[in-house]
């Protein structure tokens, strides 16, 4: 999807690699490289490319103010949602199993509401709040708000229909539909419950793995109906809305404030920043058999405010491709005259780009992550990537200090991608490249990722950001990895291949 001293890169002992060449010199093929450390001889590549790098002696702080402000407001607004439940409620006004069983759906429907205005601006894509959370933890917030949606709501569902039937002396079954067919706007509300539960299923982590991207997306985009469904139910139905006062007041302004975000973020950002820069596609580079490099030209290019790691969401506006925009990372530092994306071809979609053709319209959304060099703590880093995660970062390691160390994780050396580029860059950035070859289930590169391993290769690695991206497995394996090395956290920066 997406992202040395006197050495500028290096192979890993024991493992079945591509010595770096001079690049003048034709790439040679896969050698056996001997186990012993000391008997490694790196080549000295070409001076590199010109291209304008950033330097910083000492890394930006970590904000995390916004990040806590917002934890903060959400959980005062749950509690206040909460609270309008109890104000409503009368003392004394709770005495038979029914009316226990009515509050608690009372209360897990405000609860249940409130959840669900959260997770639709956890999809506005406004600006501040990936700055504030950033995208990967934004990711895992939506993801475990929207079980916890599906949850409370269909405990909502289930307490009320069951308390009314114990007040009223009915079956279920007879109740659900007397308050189907009677209850004002309860159609509605029943229509976006069942799209609310089949959103749940498929958002099973098995089924969503085996789902194409546009799929999904477009399953994504029905929590907006469903959000404009139970409208007319809390406000008709619920005994803390239906009537003017505070209650009825603050729901409608966290509804503006959400919708508010949700317009910015979705239609007049975008909107803007296109009409501005009217991206181009300028050309299309193969990189690999089934990679290519996208590079798209516009106007006023040095005032997009994009940075190395970042990705955009691309639409480009051809046959089979304008209906659908699809997540990529910039393969290369942003600069004034292009902007480049590499794609791995997976799909029916990302079929059709190798076949695009110079001056084709772009419409992007961006730039979004924080996937960034301003937010390493460390004077230094290490990089690891794997398959098409080096796309962020070989654009990352432009903006990254000297001394930067990159593990790059391939199975063979022709699906190597960025090879010159990344020995271009490590003499100029005096950083060091190890190129990773062999399955997964070679016994080398599963050394590699021990403990023992990772400190032989990076023995001040405690003392680094590491920036990760690629497949799950090596993300997963890497990060325990760190861990067990007693890497903090904070200094851990993953972009993962995930929707």
């Not at 990040?67 to 003392?91: D, G, H, Q």
């Not at 399953?219 to 505070?246: C, K, N, P, W």
Request: aromatic share 10%.
């Amino acid at each position: 999807m997406r992202r040395n001293r006197d050495d500028a890169t290096d192979v890993l002992p024991s493992l079945w690699l591509a010595r770096p060449a001079p690049l003048t010199a034709p790439r040679p093929a896969p050698v056996p490289v001997s186990p012993a450390p000391d008997r490694l001889r790196p080549t000295q590549p070409a001076p590199p490319a010109a291209t304008s790098h950033r330097d910083w002696e000492t890394p930006d702080t970590y904000d995390h103010g916004g990040r806590l402000f917002f934890s903060i407001v959400f959980w005062f607004a749950l509690a206040a949602s909460a609270e309008l439940w109890w104000l409503k409620t009368p003392a004394g006004s709770i005495r038979s199993v029914g009316d226990v069983l009515l509050a608690g759906g009372r209360l897990t429907g405000m609860i249940g509401g409130f959840l669900l205005l959260a997770q639709v601006l956890l999809m506005s894509r406004v600006g501040w709040l990936e700055r504030w959370i950033g995208a990967h933890s934004l990711l895992i917030w939506h993801r475990e708000l929207g079980g916890a949606v599906l949850v409370v709501i269909l405990a909502h569902v289930g307490l009320t229909i069951v308390g009314y039937a114990k007040l009223d002396q009915q079956q279920v079954l007879t109740e659900t539909w007397s308050m189907i067919t009677t209850y004002e706007d309860m159609i509605s509300a029943t229509v976006a419950t069942g799209i609310l539960v089949a959103v749940g299923l498929l958002a099973v982590r098995t089924i969503r793995r085996i789902m194409p991207y546009e799929v999904w997306y477009y399953v994504h985009l029905t929590m907006y109906l469903i959000l404009l469904l139970s409208y007319g139910h809390q406000f008709a139905d619920g005994e803390e809305l239906m009537t003017a006062g505070f209650g009825r007041y603050y729901w409608v302004g966290l509804y503006v404030f959400v919708l508010a975000c949700l317009i910015w973020g979705r239609l007049l950002g975008p909107l803007a920043l296109n009409l501005r820069h009217q991206l181009r596609v300028d050309k299309v580079v193969p990189e690999a058999p089934d990679m290519v490099s996208i590079y798209v030209g516009g106007r006023r290019l040095d005032r997009l405010h994009a940075r190395a790691g970042q990705y955009f969401r691309w639409r480009f506006l051809t046959s089979g491709c304008w209906w659908q925009a699809h997540p990529f990372s910039l393969s290369a530092a942003p600069n004034e005259r292009w902007l480049r994306l590499t794609v791995k071809v997976v799909g029916d979609h990302t079929e059709r780009l190798p076949h695009l053709r110079p001056g084709t319209r772009v419409l992007a959304e961006g730039p979004s992550g924080v996937f960034t060099a301003d937010r390493r703590i460390r004077p230094t880093a290490l990089l690891i990537a794997g398959g098409s995660g080096i796309a962020p970062i070989r654009a990352l390691l432009e903006d990254l200090p000297r001394g930067t160390v990159v593990i790059y994780r391939a199975r063979s050396a022709d699906e190597l991608v960025f090879r010159q580029e990344l020995d271009w860059l490590a003499e100029a950035r005096d950083a060091r490249v190890w190129y990773v070859l062999g399955s997964r289930d070679d016994p080398a590169p599963r050394q590699l990722f021990t403990v023992k391993g990772m400190r032989e290769l990076v023995p001040d690695v405690r003392r680094r950001d590491v920036y990760l991206c690629g497949p799950a497995g090596l993300v997963d394996t890497s990060v325990t990895t760190l861990r067990r090395l007693r890497v903090p956290r904070r200094q851990i920066h993953v972009d993962p291949f995930e929707f």
